[in-house]
C-alpha cells in the first residue's frame, strides 16, 4: 500500500501578510483620492483576505479563521470610512473583533473543532498527529483536552483584555473629521500604535499560553518539544507497516 499524500502545511508568515499587513496598508496608505480613492482602495484591500482563504480552502480543504477576521476587519474598516463615520464606531469596531475572537474561543470549546487548535494547535506549528498517536498511545488523549480548554481559557482572556484598550486608544487617536486626509493618516497612526502598544504584549501573553500548552504536552505526550513542533526539514514519520 502506498504512504498517503503529504499534507501541505499553511506559511504563518505568508497568512499573516495577506490577511493582516496588505489590508492595512492599502487602507490606510493607498485608499486616498491620490491613489485608489475609497472604494478600490475596499475592494483592493478584500482581495488579498478573500482569495487567501479561497486558496487555504482548496488547497489544504480547510476553512482559514485568519482570513475571516480579516475579510471582517477590513470589510468594517473600509465600510466605516466610505460612511465618513467618526472615530467613536472605530473605537467601537477595535474593541469588539478582539472581544468577538475571545468569545469565539470560549462558545467553540464543546464543539468538534474548537478555534484554539487552528489558533495554536495546527500543522503550521505542531506534528499534529505524530502527538496525536503518542497520546492515543498512552492513554492521555482525555488528560490533554483538559490541558487545551485551559489554554483555550488563557488565550479568550487575551483578546478580551485588549478590547478596551483598543477602543481607548483609538479614541485618542482618532480626532480629525472622517474623509480627510488627517483623519487617514491618524487611522494608518492607529494600526502602528496599535501594533506595538497592544500587540506586541498580546504576543507575550499567547507565547506564555503556547508555553503553558507545550509544557503539557511534553508531559502527557512523552514527547520532546523538538519531536513535537513541527520542523519543515524534518522527514514525516513513516506509514505503518500493513500485515
Not at 3 to 26: D, S, Y
Request: hydrophobic share 50%; aromatic share 8%.
Amino acid at each position: 500500500m502506498s504512504p498517503p499524500p503529504a499534507k501541505k502545511h499553511e506559511n504563518p508568515l505568508i497568512n499573516l501578510v495577506c490577511n493582516i499587513a496588505i489590508p492595512t496598508v492599502v487602507l490606510t496608505k493607498f485608499s486616498t483620492e491620490n491613489w485608489l480613492g475609497p472604494l478600490w482602495g475596499l475592494i483592493v484591500a478584500l482581495i488579498f483576505p478573500v482569495g487567501y482563504g479561497i486558496y487555504d480552502l482548496i488547497t489544504r480543504k480547510k476553512t482559514n479563521a485568519l482570513s475571516i477576521l480579516g475579510f471582517v476587519s477590513v470589510l468594517l474598516s473600509g465600510g466605516l470610512a466610505l460612511a465618513k463615520v467618526g472615530g467613536m464606531w472605530f473605537a467601537v469596531k477595535d474593541a469588539m473583533l478582539p472581544m468577538g475572537i475571545g468569545a469565539a474561543v470560549l462558545l467553540t470549546l464543546r464543539s468538534k473543532t474548537p478555534l484554539v487548535r487552528e489558533l495554536i494547535y495546527n500543522e503550521s506549528l505542531i506534528e499534529v498527529d505524530r502527538v496525536n498517536a503518542a497520546l492515543a498511545a498512552r492513554g492521555t488523549t482525555e488528560a490533554f483536552e483538559g490541558v487545551l480548554r485551559r489554554a483555550s481559557v488563557g488565550l479568550a482572556v487575551t483578546f478580551l483584555a485588549t478590547a478596551p484598550f483598543n477602543f481607548l486608544l483609538a479614541l485618542y487617536i482618532l480626532r480629525s473629521p472622517p474623509g480627510t486626509p488627517e483623519f487617514n493618516a491618524e487611522l494608518g497612526k492607529m494600526h502602528w500604535m496599535g501594533l506595538v502598544v497592544i500587540a506586541l504584549p498580546s504576543m507575550v501573553a499567547m507565547m506564555v499560553v503556547f508555553m503553558k500548552l507545550m509544557k503539557g504536552l511534553t508531559e502527557l505526550s512523552g514527547l520532546t518539544q523538538d519531536e513535537i513542533m513541527r520542523d519543515p526539514k524534518r522527514k514525516a514519520d513513516p506509514p505503518p507497516a500493513t500485515p
